[in-house]
């Protein structure tokens, strides 16, 4: 170990019990799947942490059989202001289990415990918290008078964060008086389990929250069912395009929030150290498994050299490897078939004449990794400008104009977010106005909170989670 | 009232007289005892509305539109798939001026767009009637409530953003918030009844967010529709911000909802179930946003809330840090 190198700080996962095996969570009791088990593994390591259910059709029909009845009986009809209660205990119960959960998601995801503690854990609460309060006052939400909840929601979410996304879903469908069955993605179900937990320790009626684990079967059945009456997912675009084909023609709400491939434009009298803080943090947060994330750098070509220099620099001080130690930057990815995914486009890449670098690391023997990478000389034609790789992967293009910006940051199918670096506050309001993105980061980015709506433009799908806006997803307006 | 409206109204109500002349002469060559023998009423050609044209088909094609009762009233042109596609074209290339433009503009050029139509008011008195048959004062009754939605609507152009906005409360030194954009193009199939109400009723919402349109009205309703379009053609709306096609719904609609330029789509006047859900299907490729088709027969008389204002909005959301 060299004199300024880090000594190993490893979180201790010993406030965690994670059990072999895991049943679903249906009617507000733990019962046995009908359509067998499936592994849930490390990425960081590659152990098995656990076997979980796997959700049949039968099993899916029972859950929203279970959610319909507490629907019609109990949470529909109950106060909203006794509905909030249980969420603000729900929120609190978070915060009490922070620690725990923070670890669980680390362990099933191999996102770093720095992001988990300090991000994850800390936005569920805060989500809990935020709909709780509206629970009592939906008719001041804008969406008129007298909202009505839609019923029973069928809710799949992705393995990048699964607390947080669990939040997302399920906070705002229960504070509107809907029940809910959620899926969690199938390399990540353990801290939805855990979540089923605390709804007990809550106290929350039975049924009110459903989890039915398992893989894209047992998705599409959720979705398919014609007991539910509202659909939100999170996910590729891909799948995404499927539950739209799928609950076309039915009754069924759906809200959407799917892929993107964000433009972060830096102009030339940007603070650059910020700018470069931003890169990083908006490409390398949560490895770049991030729907949202700026894995397209606008440069103004001005100060190409001065920014990828800096760039450089910073990435060479990223600390990857064990998620549980508090001092890592980047995690694992969270699966094979990721990985997989991130190392053929990154091949593309090359074979299309980009330049690749990273930045010397050492990668670990066992577990999912990739380092943190950045392409130069990209152009917009190639696959890694244009597609979603979805991992710690960045490529840069160039631009000279305000005009070229934004035609190249538009220039996308997708319409998930985008940053802007300046210190022109003119221009960061017209930057802002043209660019075709729901979320628009100045001088910051990957920024979330719950009373700020988030979701996409075009192929990003729509719908926005968040905020007052958020509410409409899950009521009758 | 002025000369000038006098002299509008007065128009306005020899033209339907010819259109109805029209009908009746087809079916029965009698000629009104006080009609100079040399007089023979000019037969209108409908056309189509691209880009603030009127193009006959590119298809070279067109229909009869018959009354309700089955005499012939005009010949419409009958929109292909092309023209489909050409109004696209300027649709998209609309966009910019006119989701750039004031709110306050938009609003100005929309409530002038309601003073066309209500100088015109005997004329689509009458089509409305020769369409749909009826009493003249349902016709009337019909027309008056198109007329006043736009209006209505004209007055929600500067007004959606504020009751759809969020400054948001986030934890943490930042300034952040959400405001309402249009989607970009909307494809907007029109109910066949009330001709014109119903048209109305689907286009004014979708531009007054500063989308833009492509209309397609069913093969019935086409004269009102038409109609409307000399009206919004003379009352400085941006030429290709509305675009009109007469034409069959169940020809245009599968290129409206696979076409990877449109943004949104109306789907209320799609009355086969298959037929709809086929094209929601179709708009699933580009995740477009959809409205689906009421279940019920829609009541288009009753108020219609913001939900046509808001189906075709984006929200965005913009962060800044806050700090010294």
């Known amino acids: 170990m060299g004199i300024f190198d880090y000594a190993p700080a490893p979180e201790s996962r010993a406030v965690v019990d994670v059990k072999p095996s895991y049943d679903l969570f249906i009617g507000g009791e733990f019962v046995p799947a009908t359509g067998g088990v499936f592994k849930s593994v490390n990425p960081a390591t590659e152990e098995v942490l656990a076997e979980i259910g796997l959700a049949s059709a039968a099993d899916v029909d029972r859950a929203v059989a279970a959610a319909r009845t507490a629907y019609e009986r109990t949470w529909s009809r109950m106060p909203g202001a006794e509905r909030g209660k249980y969420l603000f205990r729900i929120a609190r119960i978070i915060q009490e289990r922070a620690r725990e959960l923070a670890v669980l998601e680390s362990i099933d995801n191999g996102k770093p415990i720095r992001e988990t503690r300090d991000v994850d854990v800390p936005l569920v609460a805060a989500h809990f918290f935020h709909y709780a309060g509206w629970a009592d006052k939906l008719e001041y939400a804008g969406h008129g008078p007298a909202p009505r909840p839609l019923g029973v929601a069928a809710q799949v979410i992705p393995w990048n964060f699964p607390l947080l996304m669990l939040a997302w879903k399920i906070a705002p469908a229960l504070a509107c008086g809907n029940t809910v069955v959620l899926k969690p993605a199938e390399t990540t179900p353990l801290t939805a389990l855990l979540f089923a937990e605390i709804c007990r320790e809550a106290d929350l009626p039975a049924g009110v929250v459903n989890i039915v684990t398992g893989a894209g079967e047992t998705g599409a059945a959720l979705v398919a069912h014609p007991g539910v009456d509202k659909v939100a997912f999170t996910g590729s675009t891909a799948v995404g395009r499927a539950i739209a084909r799928t609950v076309a023609g039915t009754d069924k709400k759906l809200t959407l929030e799917l892929g993107g491939k964000a433009a972060n434009i830096v102009f030339d009298d940007a603070p650059i150290d910020q700018a470069v803080e931003g890169v990083i943090d908006s490409i390398f947060f949560n490895q770049g498994q991030v729907c949202c994330a700026g894995s397209r750098l606008l440069v103004q070509e001005s100060i190409q050299d001065e920014l990828l220099d800096a760039l450089r620099r910073r990435m060479a001080t990223l600390r990857l490897g064990d998620p549980l130690d508090k001092n890592t930057d980047i995690g694992a990815i969270n699966s094979a078939e990721q990985l997989a995914r991130i190392t053929e486009l990154t091949a593309a890449g090359e074979a299309e004449g980009a330049e690749r670098w990273s930045p010397a690391c050492e990668l670990p023997a066992q577990g999912f990794w990739f380092a943190p990478t950045v392409f130069t000389n990209v152009s917009a034609t190639h696959r890694i400008a244009r597609e979603e790789i979805f991992g710690p992967v960045l490529s840069v293009l160039t631009f000279r104009t305000p005009d070229e910006a934004v035609a190249k940051a538009n220039n996308t199918p997708y319409g998930l977010s985008a940053g802007v670096w300046t210190e022109k506050g003119s221009r960061i309001l017209s930057m802002a106005k043209r660019l075709r993105a729901g979320v628009v980061w100045a001088n910051t980015f990957n920024k979330f909170d719950p009373a700020s709506p988030f979701g996409g433009y075009k192929e990003s799908g729509y719908g926005r989670e968040g905020g007052l806006q958020g509410l409409e997803a899950y009521l009758d307006v | ?324």
């Open chain 2, 1 to 324: 009232m002025s000369e000038k409206t006098e002299k509008t109204e007065k128009t306005a109500k020899t033209a339907p007289k010819s259109g109805k002349a029209t009908a009746p002469a087809a079916a029965a060559p009698k000629p009104p005892a006080e009609a100079p023998a040399s007089r023979l009423a000019v037969r209108k050609t409908y056309k189509l509305f691209i880009g603030g044209a009127f193009p006959r088909s590119e298809s070279g094609r067109s229909y009869q539109v018959s009354s309700a009762d089955g005499a012939f009233l005009a010949n419409a042109a009958l929109a292909s798939r092309k023209d489909a596609r050409d109004a696209v074209v300027k649709a998209r290339g609309a966009v910019s001026g006119w989701s750039g433009a004031t709110a306050y503009l938009r609003g100005q050029i929309l409530y002038r767009a309601a003073e066309m139509l209500e100088g015109r008011r005997e004329q689509f008195v009458a089509e409305v009637r020769a369409v749909e048959g009826g009493t003249e004062a349902a016709a009337a009754a019909q027309v008056d409530a198109a007329i006043d939605r736009w209006v209505w609507y004209a007055g929600w152009t500067d007004k959606i953003g504020q009751i759809r906005s969020a400054a948001n409360p986030v934890s943490g030194p930042f300034w952040n918030v959400s405001s309402p954009e249009p989607t970009g193009v909307v494809a907007l199939f029109a109910p066949e009844r009330p001709s014109l109400l119903g048209v109305v009723s689907v286009l004014a919402p979708a531009i007054a967010t500063g989308n833009t349109a492509v209309l397609v009205a069913p093969d019935s309703a086409a004269l009102p529709a038409i109609s409307l379009a000399e009206v919004l053609a003379t009352s400085d709306l941006p030429g290709g911000v509305v675009n009109i096609l007469t034409g069959r719904p169940a020809e245009l609609g599968k290129p409206l909802a696979d076409h990877l330029d449109v943004d949104g789509l109306d789907l209320a006047g799609i009355t086969d179930p298959g037929f709809a859900v086929e094209l929601e299907q179709a708009a699933a490729e580009n995740l477009k946003r959809v409205l689906r088709p009421s279940a019920a027969p829609a009541d288009w008389s009753a108020h219609p809330g913001t939900l046509r204002l808001t189906a075709f909005l984006e929200t965005k959301t913009v962060w800044h840090p806050v700090g010294g």
